[in-house]
């Protein structure tokens, strides 16, 4: 039923007022959501943003409206992403919180025949519940199965429907048979508008640690670039100082008549390396002679105990074969 006059009027004043008000919207499709799960949606939301629904020319026409009377608002680029069952929402907050309370909002729904199937559906292995007369049923199905106390047990997991696919009557029968409701449906994000800005939705997905992550990845790849072509730079400069100091210290390794503070602890090493063998863990054993003898006697102990047991052929020597 077409909306009357004045209720046009009033969704048309209602949308104008949004786009004025918020400044970042989603682009949500919302196949398969009914009145009442957007109804929860909208709760959920208290505070946060604000769900506009509406028929796309009509939508269309607001938007075409509201630049006509504000020719430098940005919200031109919404008007050609207006295509299938699409909404709003609205928000002037943080886009990752509402991305949560929408994605929050789901619910498991079956397979219906006909319909396009959002994810793979897998059929796990194990007892059906279905008496052996239907045996047939999953055959026609080519699912392998075997009859285990009375009841028809699948044999492996299945790849029933992959993504994409139509759901088939007997695909759709057979999940409504075991009783597995494999989709789940709600507001689904396909962009994010920001002022002004479109893209799409997979943006937020990088998060700061991807971020640092790749400018990292950037960053190397920048001073590798650098110290090949011989050019520096500001991410290059650490690693040409380290090359540097590593040329003047072998040159000065082999000078008997000069040296530098640096290069004494190399030095050193290199006449007598037995002077850094204890470095690493001998901090703290020149006070405790007593209780290593104390215990390295358990030790010797242990092995009086073992060293019969050894000898299994007889002889008096228990450490020869």
Same mark, same amino acid.
């Given at each position: 039923?077409?909306?009357?006059?004045?209720?046009? /009027?009033?969704?048309?004043?209602?949308? @104008?007022? &949004?786009?004025?008000? *918020?400044? #970042?919207?989603?682009?949500?499709?919302?196949?398969?959501?009914?009145?009442?799960?957007?109804? #929860?949606?909208?709760?959920?939301?208290?505070?946060?943003?604000?769900?506009?629904?509406?028929?796309?020319?009509?939508?269309?026409?607001?938007?075409?409206?509201?630049?006509?009377?504000?020719? +430098?608002?940005?919200?031109?680029?919404?008007?050609?992403?207006?295509?299938?069952?699409?909404?709003?929402?609205?928000?002037?907050?943080?886009?990752?919180?509402?991305?949560?309370?929408?994605?929050?909002?789901?619910?498991?729904?079956?397979?219906?025949?006909?319909?396009?199937?959002?994810?793979?559906?897998?059929?796990?292995?194990?007892?059906?519940?279905?008496?052996?007369?239907?045996?047939?049923?999953?055959?026609?199905?080519?699912?392998?199965?075997?009859?285990?106390?009375?009841?028809?047990?699948?044999?492996?997991?299945?790849?029933?429907?992959? $993504?994409?696919? @139509?759901?088939?009557?007997?695909?759709? /029968?057979?999940?409504?048979?075991? +009783?597995?409701?494999?989709?789940?449906?709600?507001?689904?994000?396909?962009?994010?508008?920001?002022?002004?800005?479109?893209?799409?939705?997979?943006? &937020? !997905?990088?998060?700061?640690?991807? &971020?640092? /992550? #790749?400018?990292?990845?950037?960053?190397?790849?920048?001073?590798?670039?650098?110290?090949?072509?011989? =050019?520096?730079?500001?991410?290059?400069?650490? =690693?040409?100082? %380290?090359? %540097?100091?590593?040329?003047?210290?072998?040159?000065?390794?082999?000078?008997?008549?000069?040296?530098?503070? @640096?290069?004494?602890?190399?030095? +050193? *090493? &290199? @006449?007598?390396?037995?002077?850094? /063998?204890?470095?690493?863990?001998?901090?703290?054993?020149?006070?405790?002679?007593?209780?290593?003898?104390?215990? %390295?006697?358990?030790? %010797?102990?242990?092995? $009086?105990?073992?060293?019969?047991?050894? !000898?299994?052929?007889?002889?008096?020597?228990?450490?020869?074969?």
């Amino acid at each position: 039923m077409p909306l009357s006059p004045e209720r046009k /009027a009033e969704y048309f004043d209602r949308m @104008k007022e &949004l786009l004025s008000t *918020y400044s #970042k919207c989603f682009v949500v499709e919302v196949d398969n959501v009914g009145s009442n799960q957007l109804q #929860k949606t909208r709760q959920g939301l208290r505070g946060k943003g604000e769900i506009l629904m509406g028929k796309n020319t009509m939508m269309r026409k607001v938007l075409k409206e509201y630049v006509e009377e504000n020719p +430098e608002a940005p919200q031109e680029a919404l008007i050609e992403i207006l295509r299938g069952n699409v909404g709003f929402v609205f928000t002037n907050g943080d886009l990752g919180e509402v991305r949560q309370v929408l994605e929050e909002n789901v619910r498991p729904a079956p397979a219906r025949v006909g319909a396009i199937a959002p994810c793979n559906v897998i059929v796990p292995k194990g007892p059906t519940g279905c008496d052996p007369g239907q045996t047939a049923f999953f055959q026609t199905l080519q699912i392998a199965t075997k009859i285990t106390r009375g009841q028809i047990e699948i044999v492996n997991d299945i790849q029933l429907i992959d $993504e994409g696919d @139509k759901v088939t009557a007997s695909q759709a /029968a057979l999940l409504q048979k075991l +009783e597995i409701s494999p989709f789940t449906y709600g507001l689904k994000l396909q962009s994010v508008y920001d002022n002004g800005s479109l893209f799409d939705a997979k943006v &937020l !997905d990088i998060t700061d640690d991807v &971020l640092a /992550a #790749k400018f990292s990845e950037a960053l190397q790849t920048l001073a590798s670039l650098s110290l090949a072509i011989g =050019h520096p730079t500001q991410a290059s400069v650490p =690693h040409s100082i %380290a090359n %540097a100091f590593k040329v003047v210290l072998s040159v000065t390794i082999g000078l008997d008549n000069y040296t530098f503070d @640096k290069a004494e602890t190399y030095k +050193e *090493y &290199l @006449k007598d390396p037995s002077k850094f /063998a204890g470095s690493g863990g001998g901090g703290g054993g020149g006070g405790g002679g007593g209780g290593d003898e104390a215990a %390295a006697e358990p030790e %010797a102990e242990e092995e $009086e105990m073992e060293a019969p047991a050894v !000898d299994m052929f007889g002889g008096d020597d228990g450490g020869d074969y």
